[in-house]
């Protein structure tokens, strides 16, 4: 191999390059065995865990858990919420980094940082900055009172709690993978006569789709899961405002413990099909990227 090919010195002393990854077997095996030994007792013991938990009564008590009343109206809201927040961003995510990749503007390195802010904010900080703005003491709260529009302690407060914790995962997929696109293949498009939507959807949107996939689920798993800030702006009423991971936490104080983990479950469930749905993406991008590449015509 080219690597491998001995150097000789000017005393005529061979030499072969060491190659980066020429470490003993001691060292690859033990690296490799404290990655999985830390794996094993973070992220597999644990969810093993739910699951024995979960089916500790016998499955009647596990079908009980997650079809009783309460289960359901959680299971219903998270989808619900779920379904308004992920369009919602995606429609956000692909107008942010559209513009952040392809123009050229004033305060373009202020958007970014906003689209970051999520990151840097804890989620319990930021449902109480909605608690401080539209509860009925809030900012805006006697307004809304005065017009009869409830957000806190309701689905709007989760729903707006939930976007801005998910708000950078679709547009900060897209914007370093739009940027090393550049604008090449849309100036040509639009010089041969493509309309601006046409040229988005025959040149842009194929060239981003594994990105906005990717994007998408990672929020979807973020709405699903989040905690913290709807935590704060929920209530915690029973059959209203009671997501699944706020229903776990219910139930696990309530000491009921095979319906908590019977609902977290479910969660978990949820989890490891968007793990196989990422990996089923970072797959098909691979795939993509090594293969022969396929562009939409433009006319």
């Known amino acids: 191999m080219a690597g491998n090919v001995p150097l000789q010195t000017s005393k005529g002393v061979n030499l072969t390059p060491r190659q980066a990854t020429s470490e003993s077997k001691f060292v690859r095996w033990t690296l490799i065995s404290i ?3 830390f794996l094993l007792l973070v992220l597999v013991l644990p969810l093993v865990t739910i699951f024995v938990k979960a089916f500790e009564q016998g499955v009647a008590v596990y079908v009980a858990s ?3 009343p309460d289960a359901l109206s959680a299971i219903k809201l998270t989808l619900l919420v779920a379904a308004i927040v992920v369009p919602l961003n995606l429609l956000f995510g692909i107008a942010a980094s559209w513009a952040i990749a392809k123009f050229e503007f004033k305060g373009k390195s202020f958007l970014i940082t906003l689209i ?8 319990v900080i930021a449902g109480l900055i909605f608690v401080l703005l539209f509860s009925a003491h809030g900012l805006l709260g006697p307004w809304l009172l005065s017009h009869n529009i409830q957000i806190i302690f309701a689905v709007p407060g989760i729903v707006l709690a939930s ?5 950078p995962f679709v547009a900060r997929e897209l914007i370093p993978l739009m940027q090393a696109q550049g604008t090449a293949e849309e100036e040509a498009a639009l010089t041969l006569g ?13 060239n981003i789709k594994w990105g906005l996939f990717y994007g998408l689920i990672l929020c979807n798993a973020r709405t699903i899961g989040e905690f913290g800030a709807i935590s704060v702006v ?12 706020l229903h776990v936490e219910i139930l696990y104080n309530e000491y009921q413990f095979a319906a908590s983990f019977a609902v977290a479950s ?4 949820l989890a490891l099909l968007t793990l196989v749905v ?3 993406i970072e797959w098909k991008s691979a795939d993509e990227l090594h293969g022969p590449k396929h562009s939409g015509g433009a006319s």
Do not use: C, Q, Y
Not at 197 to 204: A, Y
């Open 266 to 269: 479910l969660m978990s469930i």
């Open 163 to 167: 976007i801005f914790v998910t708000l």
């Open 234 to 245: 929920s209530g915690h009423i029973r059959g209203l405002t009671n997501t699944m991971p």
């Open 278 to 280: 990422k990996n089923f």
């Open 116 to 123: 970051d802010l999520p990151f840097a904010v804890s989620p």
């Open 66 to 68: 997650i079809t009783e």
């Open 35 to 37: 990655a999985l030994l």
């Open 194 to 206: 493509a309309s601006g939507w046409k040229t988005f959807f025959r040149i842009t949107l194929p």
